[in-house]
């Protein structure tokens, strides 16, 4: 029997119905989220994520600024421009698009953006308070993940989850994500030695490695969830995940697809975490009246 699919699209469709309204009553108060997105450089896959993304904001009701620099941008100067942004009253969200120029240090570029208005959940801080399951801003595509196991109805405690992939953006935020929501998590990567050994015994099995078709049925154990975050080309030129789907999707549970999967998510989450940040800026406006 075919895996029950994951229908990214139509979760981030309902997600962003309910942002779209939350985003109304706000501008009711007088304030409208504002994101505004960085991009240095002329990268032809970033150009398409930061259209993407100034689309939605759009279709919420949200501002969208785009920052365009030249390649030759130097990290001071991205830097006081980042400066600006913290202090803008408009502007709760921000997001510098990677990867920047290769003179750049990005560290130092995800430092400048102020915690409250880090919307990729990438600041030192946020990730401090995901680890310690505080409130923070949550990278996108781990939150994606859960929000997508919530829609249908996932008990993640107690689960064996498996995480393939430790970027810092995917892999280790999408495995500290399901230990705040007690799974236990096994890690595994590039150096890990018989990755079947690890995989098969996953009830959920995250495919976050960035390499097509790396997962055959055969890592796979009869029901588990599977979540394929791979954005891959195959032979033919054509977008494919980590997953080998078509084999795949007779032995799990439940699967999502590439594309139409965790993909629409990302952009939904960014927009969650804009409207979280245009809700803080007025809590603390109010407290700060207070005293």
Known sequence: MAAELIDGKEI?????????????????????????????GNNQ???????????TCDKLGMNSMLIELPESVSEQELIRKI??????EDIHGILVQLPLPSHINEKAIIEAISPDKDVDGFH??????????????IPCTPAGIIEMLDSIGTDISGKHVVVIGRSNIVGKPAGQLFLNEDATVTYCHSKTADLKEYTTRADILV????KAKLITKDHV????IV?????NRNEGGKLCGDVDFEAVKHKAGFITPVPGGVGPM??????????KAAKLSISKVKSNGRH
């Open 207 to 210: 495919a976050a490695a960035g």
């Open 45 to 55: 896959a970033s150009r398409t994520y930061v259209k993407n993304k100034q689309k």
């Open 124 to 137: 030192p801080i946020n990730i401090g308070r995901m680890m310690t399951a505080q409130d923070a801003f």
């Open 12 to 40: 981030a469709r309902k997600k962003q119905d309910h942002i779209g309204s939350e985003v109304q009553k706000l501008k009711a108060e007088g304030i409208t989220p504002g994101l505004a997105v960085i991009l240095a």
């Open 221 to 224: 154990k009869n029901g588990a």
């Open 227 to 231: 979540i394929d975050v791979g954005m």
């Open 83 to 88: 400066t600006e942004l913290n202090e803008s």
């Open 266 to 275: 990302t952009i939904t989450m960014l927009m969650h975490n804009t409207l």
